[in-house]
């Protein structure tokens, strides 16, 4: 009953946070140029193109504009690509896959890494195994993303040469139209640089967040209590102090993901990766209006799914927070 | 030989990159089977770094830098992290100060009462869930089954520290190790589980190290009094001797600073000036620059503890009563 509640509550939240992403994305359309001048070429006369601008109501005032968009947009038509000549959605849903696989690989990288050497620079924090991880997380949050692409573009994909740094390589279908790379081992070899260097942002942040938050946990009053009560080792480690160092972890986690998403962008241009970033950055370039202005919306979506979800998932881990609309 | 035997102990945390201060400065005890002793001190003075110590569980970077702590003749400090997990919470337990913080926010109360027994014992579920139930009724929790699915913020501070109680007796411990039982409680509870704690370990013979600044509850539930100043035992001896006969003229001034002896309407006593801090030890006695009867030779040496005190110029009783 009280998850009903929950779920009805954050869909509301959700409704007002997409108006208002809506029309900022939508308001951006007057500031990017002409798109006539993308969409004809020179020898189309300015009568022709005044008629044109009519038709495609780029006349009418913003408001009417914007309502025409968003009556369209509840209905699931976020415009039509003016370089695809196709539905944006359906032009930016064609690459999510990609998108989502290439965060999935980075967020799998990035959790199974942080948490076991998060946990160990906490407990030896004197070792020089600890020195190491904290200097180089140090320099790993200060390398921008692009460069550490880059770099990984020229060690492993040209001066070694064991992975591929260009596209997806070859995808399977799956039943319900999702092209996936995961199936096989192209697939996958073509995951790795780019996943990697996504999962370069989070990872020295994450190690550090977890060590932080795992020290302060270790030095509470009911870990102590824990080890006075005759506990193991790792059951007061584990057991006791980490499931405490989650729920920070969780919080931030969360927003980050949505931090991911924006680098997306930066890291499939490097690796020419096809997903929705990549699309993106070329929409921009030519211009196309109807399909940054869907983008928008979507990843907007996404982060708005995302948090409800991590909000959802933090209720679960820790019983102090209950649900809005539950009993009490 | 007495149950437990504490022997010139010394703890000391690093000051800088080389010193090292002490938190305490070699303090001897000896508790017998059943004993409760009181341990009182202001803050600061050392008394829960005392009890840290005895189950070897002293917060990094602090150390034990010398001395023994003997349970039943055998050095806890020596044993192995192994063979000290099995003394602590099994045969020595320990109750904390505040119990809104003693207790795992996100593990149900079963939880953490089952884990411990499962740490000591072989038990069934089944059988352990029982006797956590078993448990929390001694300790007068009321409807205490449905308690055991209940997280500790559900729980008000005084249920909270009866289930620390609960939990310290559920492996009929020898020795609990209670810091400041009742402090962070509201006056209204306190003397309820004092009662709680002097009536469980009375009924089941367990010996009790009671530590507080309050000398108003060592005096209704104690035998034996330690009382701690600047890490270091200034004053010992049967409860009932000292708070009517102090040698000691800090455990003098204590006492008269209790609102119980201070006439109505007039100015409750304090002592002049505070402790020092353990990083600016006075020379000689730390409590000399307090002390009415101080003397040159206070100032130059540490006083020995003998005849109970560790004073040059104790209160004469027949002094003390003209």
């Not at chain 2, 020898?174 to 009662?195: F, G, H, N, R, Y």
């Not at chain 2, 000691?248 to 020092?276: C, D, N, V």
């Amino acid at each position: 009953m009280h998850i009903l509640a929950f779920l009805l509550r954050r869909s509301v939240q959700a409704v007002i946070v997409m108006f208002v992403i809506s029309l900022i994305g939508f308001s951006i359309q007057d500031n990017l140029g002409d798109p006539l001048r993308e969409l004809v070429g020179q020898s189309v006369s300015e009568e022709e193109r005044d008629l044109m601008r009519e038709e495609m109501g780029l006349n009418d005032p913003f408001f009417v504009q914007y309502f025409r968009f968003l009556g369209n947009a509840v209905q699931g038509d976020l415009g039509t690509s003016y370089f695809f000549k196709r539905p944006a959605l359906d032009v930016i849903m064609d690459k999510f896959p990609a998108t989502f696989e290439l965060v999935l690989g980075a967020v799998f990288i990035f959790l199974s890494l942080s948490i076991p050497a998060g946990i160990y620079c906490a407990i030896h924090r004197d070792s020089w195994i600890t020195r190491f991880i904290m200097s180089a997380s140090i320099v790993g949050i200060s390398v921008p993303v692009f460069l550490t692409a880059i770099g990984m573009v020229w060690l492993f994909g040209v001066e070694l040469g064991w992975l591929p740094a260009f596209g997806r390589g070859d995808t399977v279908e799956l039943p319900w139209g999702w092209e996936t790379g995961l199936l096989t081992w192209e697939g996958l070899s073509h995951l790795i640089l780019p996943s990697v260097t996504l999962s370069s942002i989070m990872l020295p942040l994450f190690i550090r967040l977890i060590r932080a938050e795992m020290m302060e946990t270790m030095s509470t009053d009911y870990v102590r209590f824990a080890k006075a009560k005759g506990l193991s080792t790792s059951r007061v480690r584990y057991v006791h102090a980490f499931r405490n160092t989650l729920l920070p972890v969780v919080t931030v986690g969360g927003l980050m993901i949505g931090t991911l998403i924006a680098y997306t962008i930066l890291t499939e241009t490097v690796f020419q990766w096809p997903g929705m970033g990549f699309l993106f950055l070329e929409a921009v370039n030519r211009v196309d209006t109807p399909l940054i202005i869907a983008y928008i919306i979507v990843v907007g979506l996404i982060f708005v799914v995302v948090n409800t979800l991590v909000d959802f998932l933090y209720t679960l881990i820790n019983p102090m927070v209950k649900l809005p609309g539950a009993k009490s | 030989m007495a149950m437990l035997e504490i022997e010139d102990l010394h703890v000391a945390f690093p000051k800088g990159k080389k010193a090292e201060v002490e938190a305490l400065r070699g303090v001897s005890l000896k508790l017998e089977k059943g004993e409760r002793l009181g341990v009182v001190g202001e803050s600061g003075a050392g008394k829960s770094m005392l009890a840290f110590s005895i189950l070897n569980l002293i917060a990094e970077p602090g150390r034990v830098s010398q001395g023994s702590v003997a349970f039943h003749g055998e050095n806890l400090l020596e044993l192995s992290e192994r063979d000290i997990r099995g003394i602590r919470g099994n045969r020595i337990s320990m109750i904390f100060q505040d119990p809104m913080v003693t207790l795992n926010p996100v593990l149900t109360i079963g939880t953490q009462m089952v884990e411990t027994l499962k740490a000591h014992r072989k038990i069934s579920d089944a059988a352990a869930r029982k006797l956590c139930i078993a448990k929390l009724k001694e300790v007068a929790i009321p409807s205490a089954e449905s308690r055991l699915g209940a997280y500790p913020h559900e729980l008000s501070g005084g249920l909270r520290q009866r289930v620390v109680i609960a939990i310290a007796l559920l492996t009929d411990p020898e020795l609990i190790i209670a810091d400041e039982p009742t402090t962070a409680l509201d006056v209204t509870i306190q003397a309820e589980i004092m009662a709680l704690i002097l009536k469980l370990c009375r009924e089941k013979d367990v010996a009790l190290i009671l530590i507080t600044h309050d000398l108003g509850i060592v005096a209704e539930v104690t035998e034996r009094i330690m009382i701690m100043y600047a890490g270091l035992c200034v004053e010992t001896g049967p409860t009932q001797q000292i708070i009517q006969a102090p040698h000691h003229p800090y455990s003098a001034g204590l006492l008269k600073a209790l609102p119980q002896f201070a006439g109505r309407g007039t100015r409750l006593y304090q002592i002049p000036g505070s402790m020092p801090p353990i990083t600016a030890l006075p020379p000689g006695c730390a409590y000399h620059p307090r002390c009415e009867r101080a003397t040159e030779l206070c100032k130059a040496q540490v006083p020995p503890l003998e005849h109970g005190h560790a004073c040059f110029h104790p209160i004469d009783q027949t002094e003390a009563a003209s």
